[in-house]
């Protein structure tokens, strides 16, 4: 065991009208809290709520890089708050004092979807699933992950969003049918971090959907060729250069009683 100073970080939060009593967190760049893949719950990260004057302090933190959540009352965790920041500290070798975190609504995400070249004579009743994951740290509630089940074409929103990374997952499930681009802006975030806020106010989702794709089909049995049902089976590049690129190839699926 090596032991190193702790230091603390002091200031005042900012909500719409001023300093207020906000909720918040503080935790490090790396993921601290969530969900195990067994589903038990790990580590809960410092944090509170202020008082009316919005004053914060948490104390006992050794030096590096922290992420500091605040919100308004909590909304529950199928609704995004009102107000919320999230922002990079640095704790070098001394206290971080006068920190000031202003509060501000989330950024609204408009989207839409279209069809890649000659769209089909029929109209097709398929929709496909549009649904985004914050990166590298947990959603401030549930409503972080939203998920949007448009036609083809169609539109669809996400009203209130951080200024962050997130990850676009798509998923279209009809034969010949598959996602052959999502961009932002003009870029392709398919496989890339969406990095909202970085491009013009305004700017929005663009799902293509294209009509010459291939299916795959599987059979899982056991070591007695016996068909295995309720077995998830997992499709995904052989090459995945990151998560990004993960959170939107991995498609995912389960046996019947045939397997």
């Known amino acids: 065991l090596k032991k190193s100073p702790n230091y603390c970080i002091e200031g005042t939060l900012i909500g719409a009208f001023g300093p207020a009593a ?4 503080v935790e490090a760049l790396q993921p601290s809290s969530g969900m195990s893949s067994g589903g038990g719950m790990f580590t809960v990260p410092p944090n509170g709520m202020t008082g009316p004057d919005g004053k914060f302090r948490v104390c006992d933190l050794s ?3 922290y992420r500091l959540t605040a919100m308004d009352s909590s909304p529950g965790s199928q609704q995004m ?3 919320f920041a999230i922002g990079n500290v640095v704790i070098s070798d ?3 004092q006068n920190v000031r975190i202003p509060l501000s ?3 609204p995400l408009e989207g839409e979807v279209v069809w890649d070249g000659t769209p089909p004579e029929q109209p097709v009743t398929t929709k496909v699933s549009v649904s ?3 990166l590298s740290r947990n959603p401030i509630t549930n409503a972080e ?3 949007a089940r448009p036609d083809i074409p169609g539109t669809f929103s996400f009203p209130s969003l951080v200024m962050a990374d997130y990850g676009v997952r798509t998923l279209l499930n009809a034969p010949g049918l598959y996602v052959k681009d999502v961009t932002y802006a003009g870029n392709s975030v398919l496989h890339e971090p969406l990095r909202l806020g970085s491009a013009i106010q305004g700017a929005g989702l663009r799902v293509v959907v294209a009509r010459d794709g291939a299916t795959i089909g599987a059979r899982v049995t056991d070591k007695d060729g016996n068909p295995v049902p309720a077995i998830a089976v997992l499709v995904m590049p052989a090459d995945v250069r990151s998560e990004a690129i993960l959170q939107s190839v991995l498609v995912t699926g389960e046996t019947d009683q045939t397997g």
């Open 22 to 25: 906000l909720n918040f967190t």
């Open 63 to 65: 030096p590096g890089t």
């Open 81 to 83: 708050p009102s107000n």
């Open 94 to 96: 001394r206290d971080l």
């Open 105 to 107: 609504p989330g950024l």
């Open 132 to 134: 985004l994951q914050p």
């Open 145 to 147: 992950r939203p998920n």
